[in-house]
């Protein structure tokens, strides 16, 4: 049971605070401090803290098994570190590792790879 709550509780930190704290932060927004309990997420050192804490003490982010959350938790990870809107530590860096090396993502980007040479 409490591998389904960090399931779901880590699939909308990812949707929510993530996504808001870098979109704002792409567009040269921050939150001024005296708001920061206003914006949902506090600031984005805090959004990256918080998911380097996750990532430092368990290899997915239900727990040790991977799950489709870390498909889309992982997805974000990846394009942040691969676009710069995360910045780079090691904790993203391995957490980055395990989902992208898993045969299944391999065969995915091969598959895409394939479609994308016959446009």
Known sequence: MADRA???RWLFFFAGPVEAAVVNRSLGFAVPEDKQ???GYGNFELV???LEDLFSQRDF???SR???ADVYCGSQIGWGLQF???ESRP???DYW???SDRPAYRRANELDDELAGSV
């Open 66 to 68: 991977f799950s489709a």
């Open 48 to 50: 990256l803290n918080t």
């Open 91 to 93: 904790a993203f860096a």
């Open 37 to 39: 309990i206003m914006a």
């Open 84 to 86: 710069g809107s995360i």
């Open 97 to 99: 590792a395990r989902v």
């Open 61 to 63: 982010v239900a727990g």
């Open 6 to 8: 960090d399931y779901y």
